[in-house]
């Protein structure tokens, strides 16, 4: 089965750090461009980033630019998302989705919150 | 930025029914626009990349079409598990962007 699950979601106050990871199962995961995506409450879906699939191509919503950072691990079958001086507006559910491989993670949770 | 504008908002259809859901495009997007389907508490599911592709699995009466600024998505012979939203993804510019959502209900 093509899967992506997403972790690390959770609590935070305004200007700390978070780091997502997503694992994906039941494909060639060094084939695809991995996206981050998001939802904030009461919003539509916002792409955050996304990553090449060697790693060597990265690029970032310009909100998020400076904060965030994109990574992958081949050999783990990873891809993750560093995120830190975290604002109120990054609260949001955070997805990782390939339309390469047609598949999208279940979601975790950021909230950002004093 | 592109943006994505879906019609209509919202529909309540009959089973049988053909649907036919519209992505219009600020500009040029080639061919690099994709649907989504999301059912309640579910993560979205692709139906259709690149316009047109189909996607291993989906149903046959799903049906994308479309080029440039102007897109569609055809539903055929509506089921009643197609209750759902449904979203239009574009890849061609930066950043990516979703259109947001057409939501299905079935009578």
């Known amino acids: 089965e093509v899967k992506l699950v997403e972790s690390g979601g959770g609590l935070v106050q305004p200007g700390g750090s978070l780091t997502l990871s997503c694992a994906a199962s039941g494909f060639t995961f060094g084939n695809y461009w991995i996206n981050w995506v998001r939802r904030a409450p009461g919003k539509g879906l916002e792409w955050v980033a996304n990553?090449?699939?060697?790693?060597?191509?990265?690029f970032y919503l310009d909100s998020v630019k400076g904060r965030c950072t994109i990574s992958r691990d081949n050999a783990k079958n990873s891809v993750y998302l560093q995120m830190n001086s975290l604002r109120a507006e990054d609260t949001a559910v955070y997805y990782c989705?390939?339309?390469?491989?047609?598949?999208w993670g279940q979601g975790t949770l950021v909230s950002v919150s004093s | 930025e592109i943006v994505l504008t879906q019609s209509p908002d919202f529909q309540s259809v009959t089973p049988k029914e053909k649907v036919t859901i519209t992505c219009r495009a600020s500009q040029s997007v080639v061919n690099h626009i994709h649907w989504w389907q999301q059912k309640p508490d579910q993560s979205p599911k692709l139906l259709i990349k690149?316009?047109?592709q189909s996607i291993s699995g989906v149903p046959s009466r799903f049906r994308g079409s479309g080029s440039g600024t102007d897109f569609t998505l055809t539903i055929n012979s509506l089921e009643a598990e197609d209750a759902a939203t449904y979203y239009c993804h574009q890849s061609n510019g930066f950043p990516q962007t979703f259109g947001q959502g057409t939501k299905l209900e079935i009578k």
């Open positions: 690149y316009v047109s």
């Open positions: 989705e390939s339309v390469g491989a047609a598949t």
């Open positions: 990553i090449n699939e060697d790693g060597s191509q990265k």
